[in-house]
């Protein structure tokens, strides 16, 4: 999974319960993202960050907050879960080419 | 808004033959297009970037096509195998240059 590290594989929250979906890379990239993934959709940008200390809101960050205190994590916080958050996340790097996306494995959310 | 818009109908192809898939682009011009596989339950994994004065690009089996003119690029993967089946999605950049919008996929079967 290119040296991305995603915790938990798989999480079911009711609604309204709060979480952090963990992604962690260890090759000193700057750029990483999340994004979600819903059937027929493709993926979708949720937030970014180009450096530690560093964050910006992709094409669907509501509802989501992230931060970037080290280079090496970046947490995606879901402050009250809704159905609507129900997908698969991807967090990535980008490569030192600065074009290519490098994901991780993935984490499948459900909420009920 | 910009889209990138690929046939979301599964393809089905014999093995030994060649598949080809479909990327079209609109609402803006991107200076690079992205091919990614994603197998089920994984994370997506780069495959090949052509950029927009580039007519194509080929790795062994793999050749892209990006045609400004349509407003297309085309992914082909010659002497398909049961191994090819994936879903394959196309990404072009967007906003800053490490932002990719990606299209929906196309689930590609290689029947043995």
């Known amino acids: 999974n290119a040296g991305v590290t995603q915790t938990p594989k798989f999480q079911v929250l009711k609604t309204g319960q709060s979480m952090t979906l963990q992604c962690a890379q260890d090759?000193?990239?700057?750029?990483m993202s999340w994004y979600r993934q819903d059937p027929g959709m493709g993926l979708r940008l949720i937030h970014y960050?180009?450096?530690?200390?560093?964050?910006d809101q992709g094409e669907v960050p509501n509802g989501y907050n992230v931060s970037r205190s080290t280079t090496e994590d970046f947490p995606l916080r879901l402050l009250s879960a809704a159905p609507s958050q129900t997908s698969v996340y991807f967090c990535?790097?980008?490569?030192?080419?600065?074009?290519?996306?490098?994901f991780g494995p993935g984490t499948r959310l459900l909420v009920l | 808004s910009q889209k990138i818009e690929q046939n979301s109908e599964a393809l089905n192809i014999q093995e030994g033959k060649t598949a080809t898939l479909t990327c079209n682009y609109t609402?803006?011009?991107?200076?690079?297009l992205q091919w990614y596989r994603q197998d089920p339950g994984r994370g997506p994994v780069f495959l090949l970037l052509?950029?927009?004065?580039?007519k194509e690009k080929r790795k062994e089996r793999l050749k892209v096509t990006f045609d400004t003119t349509l407003k297309q690029s085309l992914f082909h993967i010659t002497a398909s195998q049961p191994a090819d089946s994936a879903t394959y999605l196309c990404?072009?950049?967007?906003?800053?240059?490490?932002?990719?919008?990606f299209g929906s996929g196309t689930q590609l079967t290689v029947l043995p």
């Open positions: 990404a072009g950049n967007s906003g800053s240059a490490r932002q990719l919008t």
């Open positions: 990535s790097y980008t490569g030192t080419g600065g074009e290519t996306q490098y």
């Open positions: 052509i950029r927009e004065n580039e």
């Open positions: 090759m000193n990239h700057e750029y």
């Open positions: 960050s180009v450096g530690a200390g560093i964050t």
């Open positions: 609402n803006y011009s991107p200076a690079y």
